[in-house]
């Protein structure tokens, strides 16, 4: 499995960004899918993820109510829509793919991770 994220970018705080993460395979549909970030200097962290059919979603503390994570399984691309953006999420955000749907907050879980794309807040 490939994943490839997108849709990071310099944006100021306030404003909304959406990623994307395609992926490569017709095994999407199988996997809950997750999105961590890692900040300069930080560990990565969970963010939000969602399990295989959509029934179950966690977020981060910190995102909650101003991330939504989404799945389009006829496209194979996993979402975060992220509005309200604070200087404190700026980081690398990856996309990852766990086929043991394992539980979804833990990051050793997930088998497979896009490249990672930036998101910078600025104040």
């Known amino acids: 499995v490939q994943l490839q994220a997108s849709g990071g970018g310099l944006v100021q705080a306030g404003d909304s960004l959406r990623l994307s993460c395609t992926t490569s395979g017709r095994t999407f549909s199988r996997y809950n899918m997750g999105w961590f970030r890692q900040a300069p200097g930080k560990e990565r962290e969970f963010v939000a993820a969602i399990t295989w059919a959509g029934g179950t979603i966690r977020y981060a503390d910190s995102v909650k109510g101003r991330f939504t994570i989404s799945r389009d399984t006829a496209k194979s691309t996993l979402y975060l829509q992220m509005n309200s953006l604070k200087p404190e999420d700026t980081a690398v955000y990856y996309c990852?793919?766990?086929?043991?749907?394992?539980?979804?907050?833990?990051?050793?879980?997930?088998?497979?991770w896009g490249q990672g794309t930036l998101v910078t807040v600025s104040s």
């Open positions: 990852a793919a766990d086929r043991d749907r394992g539980s979804l907050r833990i990051i050793t879980g997930y088998d497979y």
